[in-house]
Every structure is written in structure tokens, then in C-alpha cells.
């Protein structure tokens, strides 16, 4: 069997090392090169053609989201699994977005660090629980705020509209209210449906009156 090569890109010597012992204790796994950011981990692929980069996103010249980006377009074959003291919900979204298989803080330990280089060399995306369960209630967070940060791209009619809808007033009756016709008053609703990301006037209603409650 072949064994998994391994290129390490870190500007810190010392994690590059503890990163290097992990992996020589293996049997299956052995590191190719290292480099000390993005632009030199390129020139080594080039050359080298590993079969996994372990990755840092915070380096001089050219960081690890930069790099991801290049690596998947150049060398779509050879994967990246993330190892940073960054482990935020957006970085975290960034770097897989980008192309990244894997990712894992630096509080991991050796045996989830070669693990997690056998999965993303087999083809098998991999994040840690933590970093999941982050990752999901991030994304959650941020469609269930969208309607809300939208609001403030509707304009005042639109607004208005919005705001009367809330108040449990009928199509007709907005429309008497604000002296323009049904046919108007549902243009606006179609409109306040797209800027906001709704599917229906009930969703519209509901939101609005959550949002006079708040």
C-alpha cells in the first residue's frame, strides 16, 4: 500500500514539528516537504503532487485561504486539511467553501490529526464534533436572521405595507388606508416576499409581527 504524502504548512517551526512527529509515527503516512506560507506550500505541490496539505490560515505573504483557493483550482486531486488556531464559525465556512476537505483546531491531539489525514485522503470530508455542531448552529443563526438584517433594503411604502400586514390588516384594507389600489398593494407584497427571502403573506405576517413585538 501506498503510503499518504504530506506536505506541512505552518510559519511556526515548532508546530510544524509537532505536526511532523505525529505523522512519522505512523506507518501508512510520511511528510514530503514543508513551507512556511502559501506561496512557497504552491511551489512544493507543483512539484512534489502530495496527496494531503496540512494547512494554517494565519501566515505572512499568502495565508491559507488564499492558498486553499489556488490549490483547488491547480491541483483539484490533492486535498487540504485545515490545522489553525482559528476555529471560528466563519473561517471555519470560509475554508470549506474554498475547498478545504478538512479542518481541525491546534488543541487537537496526534491520534485526531492522522485520523483526520486518513479520512481526507480517502475522500472523506472531516470536522470534529465541536466544530460541526458550530458550523450548523452558525449557518442556522444566519438564516433565521436574514429576513431581519433584509428589512432595512425595503423601502418606506414597503415598509409601511410590511408594518400594517403585521397589524392583521387585509390586502383591501391597506390599500383604503394608504389610498392605493389592491393590484398596488400586492406588487409591494411581491417585492417584500423577494427582499426578504419569504415564500408567502404568512411569512410576511408572521415576521412582521414578531418584529413589533421585539
Known amino acids: 500500500?501506498?503510503?499518504?504524502?504530506?506536505?506541512?504548512?505552518?510559519?511556526?517551526?515548532?508546530?510544524?514539528?509537532?505536526?511532523?512527529?505525529?505523522?512519522?509515527?505512523?506507518?501508512?503516512m510520511y511528510v514530503c516537504g514543508e513551507a512556511v506560507n502559501g506561496e512557497r506550500a504552491l511551489a512544493l505541490i507543483e512539484t512534489i503532487q502530495p496527496d494531503v496539505v496540512v494547512m494554517d490560515l494565519l501566515m505572512p505573504k499568502m495565508d491559507g485561504l488564499q492558498a486553499i483557493e489556488r490549490i483547488r483550482t491547480k491541483h483539484p486531486l490533492v486535498r487540504v486539511l485545515v490545522l489553525s488556531g482559528e476555529g471560528t464559525q466563519e473561517k471555519v465556512l470560509k475554508a470549506v467553501q474554498l475547498g478545504a476537505q478538512g479542518y481541525l483546531t491546534k488543541e487537537a491531539d496526534r491520534l485526531e490529526i492522522v485520523h483526520a489525514?486518513?479520512?481526507?485522503?480517502?475522500?472523506?470530508?472531516?470536522?470534529?464534533?465541536?466544530?460541526?455542531?458550530?458550523?450548523?448552529?452558525?449557518?442556522?443563526a444566519n438564516a433565521n436572521d436574514a429576513p431581519a438584517r433584509a428589512f432595512d433594503s425595503l423601502s418606506s411604502r414597503e415598509q409601511?405595507?410590511?408594518?400594517?400586514?403585521?397589524?392583521?390588516?387585509s390586502n383591501a384594507r391597506i390599500g383604503d388606508k394608504l389610498a392605493i389600489s389592491d393590484a398596488?398593494?400586492?406588487?409591494?407584497?411581491?417585492?417584500?416576499?423577494?427582499?426578504?427571502?419569504?415564500?408567502?403573506?404568512?411569512?410576511?405576517?408572521?415576521?412582521?409581527?414578531?418584529?413589533?413585538?421585539?
Open 117 to 140: 489525514i486518513r479520512m481526507v485522503a480517502s475522500g472523506t470530508p472531516y470536522l470534529p464534533t465541536e466544530i460541526t455542531v458550530k458550523l450548523i448552529n452558525g449557518v442556522q
Open 160 to 169: 409601511e405595507i410590511l408594518d400594517l400586514m403585521g397589524q392583521g390588516f
Open 1 to 28: 500500500m501506498e503510503k499518504i504524502k504530506i506536505v506541512i504548512v505552518d510559519d511556526h517551526p515548532m508546530m510544524r514539528m509537532a505536526v511532523r512527529f505525529a505523522i512519522e509515527a505512523e506507518n501508512d
Open 184 to 214: 398596488t398593494v400586492r406588487v409591494h407584497l411581491r417585492n417584500i416576499l423577494n427582499k426578504l427571502g419569504l415564500e408567502d403573506r404568512e411569512q410576511a405576517v408572521v415576521f412582521s409581527a414578531r418584529r413589533q413585538k421585539e
